[in-house]
């Protein structure tokens, strides 16, 4: 089973059933996609490894007994296709849609030549999930994972079309989150170059969170020509350098932090600690 499943079947508290089947000697658990990096303020130079070490351990990780290693592969492959599809489906689901309104407002200016849409978040690495959870602004479940999307437009684009493009893409917001046969939640941010050659400066929290995903991002549709442009940016500028570091650094406090998890006073982390144990939020670039 996942450690979702097995929670399913047991119930209680998930920091104490993560450390049992941790330190148990009789259970073995199969490992199931990636680690990548995270921004998060509560953590000493704001990098963590995403998922977080419960999401990791719920949707990412096959638990069997001593003895199940074929049936543990197996099931962990399982597993594996199906993330791979429900990444798919959300990244076909994020094209369709942009690729649809840019095609309403290209008729006025040539959109695809000058706005790039770049996806980014769980969907870039495979990684997407389909476990329902409430969305943030409406608290309407939605299928999982969002679709982290960031618009950039050249300096020069009319201020009237980007209010445009702004609303339209609120508009397919709303319609997707509402939809029941959807209920996907795509995040996004539209901002002109010169708000990215800001962000280089790469001096606060928000400045390095924009840049990261920046960074993971990949090429969905429209100027290709801006997407490169950016991409450029960021590795002439030292800050993809500065972020493979702060991805670096993360794999180590991941450790340090299982570790702490493991051994510490339940009580004491539940009381204090508890944040290093559930999901970080990355909704600042979004909002």
């Known amino acids: 089973m996942t450690g979702g499943e097995v929670w399913e079947h047991v119930g209680g508290n998930g920091l104490l059933l993560w450390r049992t089947c941790s330190l148990s000697s009789a259970i073995v ?19 963590r490894l995403s998922p977080s070490i419960f999401r990791e351990f719920l949707t990412y990780r096959v638990l069997g007994c001593a003895g199940q290693e074929d049936a543990i592969r197996e099931k962990c492959e399982r597993v594996e296709r199906h993330i791979e599809e429900v990444s798919r489906v959300k990244l076909d689901l994020a094209y369709h849609t942009m ?13 695809e030549k000058r706005v790039c849409f770049i996806i980014a978040g769980d969907i870039v690495y495979a990684m997407a999930h389909d476990v329902p959870r409430p969305e943030r602004s409406t608290g309407k479940m939605v299928k999982g994972s969002d679709m982290d999307i960031v618009i950039i ?11 445009r493009l702004d609303d339209a893409i609120y508009r397919e917001k709303y319609r997707l989150l509402i939809t029941p046969h959807v209920r996907e939640e795509i995040d996004y941010v539209l901002k002109r ?14 400045h390095k969170l924009a840049c990261k995903i920046m960074h993971e991002g990949t090429y969905l549709c429209g100027s290709e020509e801006l997407f490169h442009q950016v991409k450029v940016l960021l590795r002439e500028s030292g800050v993809a350098e500065q972020i493979d570091i702060m991805e670096k650094k993360a794999g180590f406090f991941r450790k340090e932090t299982e570790h702490y998890l493991l051994r510490e006073e339940p009580k004491k982390i539940l009381e204090k600690s508890l944040f290093l144990f559930y999901p970080a939020d990355e909704s600042e670039e979004f909002e």
């Open 29 to 47: 658990m199969g490992p199931v996609g990636t680690r990548y990096l995270r921004l998060d303020r509560r953590v000493p130079g704001f990098g």
């Open 99 to 111: 690729t649809s309104l840019a095609s309403h407002l290209d008729s006025e200016l040539p959109i």
């Open 153 to 163: 437009v050249e300096d020069d684009f009319p201020e009237s079309l980007m209010n």
């Open 193 to 206: 170059m010169g708000k990215v050659r800001e962000q280089l400066a790469f001096d606060t929290f928000r």
